[in-house]
Each structure stands twice: as structure tokens, then as C-alpha cells.
């Protein structure tokens, strides 16, 4: 994933407080968010994975730990 830079590096109509009057800046966050978003929704998905498998693994490990002290 690239970064994308604001629009104010060598702008020549920079002032001080431009940012709430800018749009180019005004779309530059806009779009900002939207990846933002995005990557929250991606490590949402795969934390649901990650915890999902992880929770299978641990269901299999006290299984098989339950058959052996069966065995004994």
C-alpha cells in the first residue's frame, strides 16, 4: 500500500489555518479515511480468523489432552 501525501508540501497558497478552507486537503483526508476504513475492516476480518482458528486448535489440544487421561 503507498502513502499518499498531502497536497500541501510546496503549495504556494499556504497560510496559516488553509486546512479548513482547502479542498484539495478536504479530499486529501476524505480519502485518508476511506483507507483508514478500509484497513480496520481488513484486521477486523482477519482477527476473526486468527481468533477463530486459534479457538479450533485449542478445542482439538483438549480433546485429544481428555482421550489420553481416558487411555490411562
Avoid: N, W
Wanted: hydrophobic share 30%; glycine share 2%; charged share 40%.
Amino acid at each position: 500500500m503507498s502513502r499518499i501525501l498531502p497536497p500541501c508540501k510546496e503549495c504556494q497558497e499556504r497560510v496559516l489555518g488553509c486546512h479548513s478552507i482547502c479542498e484539495q486537503y478536504k479530499k486529501f483526508k476524505a480519502e485518508l479515511a476511506e483507507l483508514k476504513a478500509k484497513k480496520v475492516a481488513e484486521y477486523a476480518e482477519r482477527d476473526f480468523i486468527l481468533a477463530t482458528k486459534i479457538g479450533v486448535k485449542k478445542a482439538a489440544d483438549h480433546k485429544r489432552s481428555c482421550e489420553r487421561r481416558r487411555k490411562r
